[in-house]
């Protein structure tokens, strides 16, 4: 038997699975990361974090599947954009990774934009220069941290991260450095313009790779790490949100699937990065070659969720431990009990900023609209229902560029709960379709290993050898109840855009 493991390095947490070739999962594994937010604007993590994760998951994953090692064909790793790690002449981080969520470089951000913004949609697919984008956060760190700046001898993203330790190598692809606005989607090479004006050399990033290409077998210190085989190839899977499409299936136009992780994102894939004539879309570069993907991303959806559950739901927690059963679990049993709409009460999910459709840096959370009557329940039922109103919304904006959508495929871990299924169906009023595994990062990252050591002839291939539907939830008659709800939110969400930002200005 040969086997296909999959890296998939999320916001808050890393997940390693195991599968064979016909898409049986054998095991996955998972492990949590606290993000030290020192301030409102800041998002950061120890580097070694995400490698300590890496290998304590692969060996437990080794150790409860059982399996001989040398069978492992291939590795795949695929993470999150945008987060920046900056590593000296040993490899070794020179700071805390600058996560995506983080905003500091504001500043550097409103130069860059005053310098390159006519042109940066065309170059790089994203539709406005914010603090996200790694080219913001290197100029940040030029002009505030002057001596790691001259110490930088890579300026590498996580997943680039991971197979530098997992081969010594340092590699990256279109994939994963799409969102760092130094990378140039049609011509699939580092923008040198933006270069020059952040300040670096094309020598302190990595090779550019095709997504999905071996970069080299496991080098013998991770192999010692890690309990894998010298034989185990490395593959560069791309980004999360690119590897997740694969994951659901989504590998042609008009396909479209929405990952409810820490963020929500919208993944359609196109072949011309230009489908969109408003230019206000986020075009990725695809891990499927020849292809693109509107990528429409929140940042904070799961995360809302799980901010409150650690904040208010100490008692479900616990029972969840005492119990064995997954505290989210718990929490949506609340949910069930209030009816659509909450009794009035709306949630705006932006915890760390607005993306899409509205781009608002300033943006923030809200709760609006309780009384004396409204429990627990009521706001988590909020938040499914708020992250269900900004997919709509979302929805909203693809179809207007022209790609019309007949059913929604859900993943992530958002798509464990039926009940909120049923809200995203109900409001965006289309056909929610899962999967039989919805860790389709880790599914999609399986695909393109065994693509790139010749099980699978092609990714579609593996696609059709490995995934498969688990449910279809139609709109019900509660539909209607989330017309009058969808409305006020979007009028909740436009009417406090201005306050949010008048906000920020003040300080």
């Not at 110490?151 to 190598?169: C, E, N």
Request: with cysteine.
């Amino acid at each position: 038997m040969t086997y296909l493991l999959g890296i998939d390095v999320g916001t808050t947490s890393l997940k390693a699975g195991l599968f064979t070739p016909e898409g049986d999962c054998l095991g996955i594994e998972r492990e949590e990361y606290m993000l030290d937010t020192p301030s409102v604007e800041r998002a950061q993590l120890d580097a070694h974090f995400y490698w300590h994760a890496c290998v304590r998951t692969i060996r437990k994953l080794i150790e409860t599947s059982g399996i001989n090692v040398a069978a492992i064909a291939a590795i795949s790793v695929s993470s999150q954009g945008e987060t920046l790690i900056a590593l000296d002449s040993h490899g070794e981080p020179l700071y805390p990774a600058i996560i995506w969520l983080d905003n500091r470089a504001g500043h550097q951000a409103q130069r860059l934009a005053m310098q390159f913004q006519e042109q940066v949609y065309e170059k790089t697919g994203v539709a406005e220069i914010i603090p996200t984008w790694p080219a913001c956060k290197i100029l940040w760190l030029k002009e505030n941290e002057p001596e790691v700046f001259a110490k930088t001898v890579k300026f590498v993203l996580v997943q680039d991260y991971l197979i530098y330790r997992l081969t010594g190598t340092f590699a990256s692809d279109g994939s994963i450095s799409c969102t760092t606005l130094y990378f140039d989607i049609v011509q699939n090479r580092w923008w040198d313009e933006m270069l020059d004006a952040i300040g670096i050399g094309v020598e302190q990033l990595p090779e550019i790779l095709r997504p999905g290409s071996v970069v080299a077998n496991i080098q013998k210190c991770a192999a010692e790490e890690t309990g894998l085989s010298l034989q185990t190839k490395v593959v560069n899977g791309g980004m999360d949100q690119a590897v997740g499409a694969i994951g659901a299936g989504n590998i042609h136009t008009g396909i479209i699937s929405e990952s409810t992780g820490s963020a929500l994102a919208i993944q359609v894939t196109v072949g011309d990065p230009t489908i969109d004539p408003h230019r206000s879309i986020p075009v990725y570069f695809h891990s499927l070659p020849g292809q693109y993907l509107l990528v429409p991303v929140c940042p904070t959806a799961g995360m809302s969720l799980k901010w409150f559950r650690d904040q208010f739901c100490q008692a479900e927690i616990q029972a969840g431990i005492a119990q064995n059963i997954d505290s989210y679990d718990l929490l949506t049993k609340l949910a069930e009990s209030i009816p659509p709409g909450s009794d009035g009460l709306i949630m705006l999910p932006h915890l760390m900023g607005a993306f899409s459709p509205q781009i608002n840096p300033a943006a923030r959370g809200s709760f609006t609209g309780f009384t004396l009557r409204h429990t627990r329940a009521h706001f988590i039922r909020a938040i499914l229902e708020g992250v269900a109103f900004m997919l709509m919304r979302n929805v909203e904006y693809v179809e207007q560029a022209g790609i019309p959508i007949q059913e929604i495929i859900s993943t992530g871990g958002g798509s464990r709960s039926r009940l909120w299924n049923q809200i995203k169906a109900n409001v965006c009023n289309k056909p929610v379709i899962t999967l039989q595994n919805e860790e389709t990062g880790l599914l999609g990252n399986a695909i393109l290993a065994g693509t790139a050591v010749n099980i699978f002839a092609s990714i579609p291939d593996g696609c059709a050898k490995m995934i498969s539907m688990q449910e279809r939830i139609d709109p019900n008659e509660e539909m209607q109840d989330y017309l009058v709800a969808y409305k006020n939110y979007c009028e909740l969400d436009e009417s406090l855009a201005g306050y949010f930002l008048n906000l920020a200005g003040k300080k």
